[in-house]
């Protein structure tokens, strides 16, 4: 009897002890995540701030276009700060996804070099720009179009990413961030 009663007590420490790890755990957790996702918050509203709108204009002047690339490099730079704020916050409760979510923002940087490509070369012809242009070359054209496909794969491709996390948050993280 009492072999057991000290193997029971034993059983009992043990579960107590593994109870007050998970209990650590989690505050750790729920700790880091509202870090995460302050950082996240901040850097939602820098973002915002910058405004960048994805929509192509026909203006015919370099300087514009020169304006252009420096508003986007400044909102990819941010952009990218984000998304990997955000990559940092899904790494804390699931691997796998934060990993498919990592590739995401390598496919955004891919998308917004080749953005940058095609800004700097109707930088270099902006009168390429417009549509209305009955004398356009077929290069002309190619180069509006590629630039009109760039952006919005560009946009497409950042509203799957902020629709995904927007999911996993709601699914994984709200009620860890929410808890009391």
Aim: hydrophobic share 30%; aromatic share 8%; net charge positive.
């Amino acid at each position: 009897m009492e072999k057991s009663c000290s193997k029971l007590d034993s059983k009992l420490f043990i579960a107590e002890k593994f109870r007050h790890i998970m209990t650590e755990e989690l505050e750790k957790l729920k700790k880091s995540a509202k870090e995460y996702s302050d950082n996240l918050a901040k850097l939602g509203k820098e973002l915002a701030k910058i405004q960048f709108n994805y929509k192509v204009i026909e203006n015919t002047t370099e300087q514009y276009w020169q304006k252009r690339i420096n508003e986007f490099k400044k909102y990819n730079e941010k952009g990218t700060e984000y998304y990997t704020q955000a990559h940092a916050l899904m790494n804390l409760v699931d691997k796998e996804q934060s990993g498919l979510f990592l590739l995401s923002i390598s496919k955004l940087r891919q998308l917004g070099l080749k953005l940058l490509t095609n800004m700097e070369e109707v930088k270099q012809n902006p009168s390429i720009i417009k549509s209305k242009d009955k004398q356009q070359s077929k290069w002309s054209k190619e180069l509006r179009e590629k630039l009109i496909e760039s952006s919005n794969a560009c946009l497409h491709h950042e509203m799957d990413m902020n629709k995904s996390f927007r999911e996993f948050y709601e699914t994984h993280l709200k009620n860890i961030l929410e808890q009391k």
